[in-house]
């Protein structure tokens, strides 16, 4: 029982930087691990970033490290996506997905969260 609501897309120009925040409700936010998303059209979804329940572990895909930033907020049960330097191939449908946690090997699998957001449009321009 956990409800996962995105928020903070929107149209940017390239360059630019935007915030993704990911509200929880319904468990112990702080048990769960928690990962970010995105499909751009007319493609998968794919991995963006991964968080540990503590914060103190995270995992980047390849596009993206250097660039976006996760974390997380416990005592707010809110996850974030910072996402700086975004270039037009960032446009995408961006998820939060929570997973209890354990000991996974490869927090980018798609299969391994448990509960979805409903997504949120981020578009970059150029």
């Known amino acids: 029982q956990v409800q996962l609501e995105e928020s903070g897309g929107g149209l940017v120009q390239a360059g630019g930087s935007l915030r993704l925040s990911c509200a929880a409700s319904?468990?112990?936010?702080?048990?769960?691990?928690m990962g970010w998303f995105r499909r751009a059209p007319g493609k998968e979804r794919e991995f963006v970033a991964a968080?540990?329940?503590?914060?103190?572990?995270?995992y980047y895909a390849d596009s993206v490290k250097g660039r976006f930033t996760i974390s997380r907020d416990n005592a707010k049960s809110t996850l974030y996506l910072q996402m700086n330097s975004l270039k037009p191939e960032d446009t995408a449908v961006y998820y939060c997905?929570?997973?209890?946690?354990?000991?996974?090997?490869?927090?980018?699998?798609?299969?391994?969260?448990?509960?979805w957001g409903q997504g949120t449009q981020v578009t970059v321009s150029s």
């Open positions: 319904g468990r112990t936010f702080s048990d769960y691990a």
């Open positions: 968080i540990t329940w503590s914060g103190r572990t995270t």
């Open positions: 997905a929570a997973v209890f946690e354990g000991y996974y090997s490869d927090y980018g699998l798609e299969s391994l969260y448990d509960y």
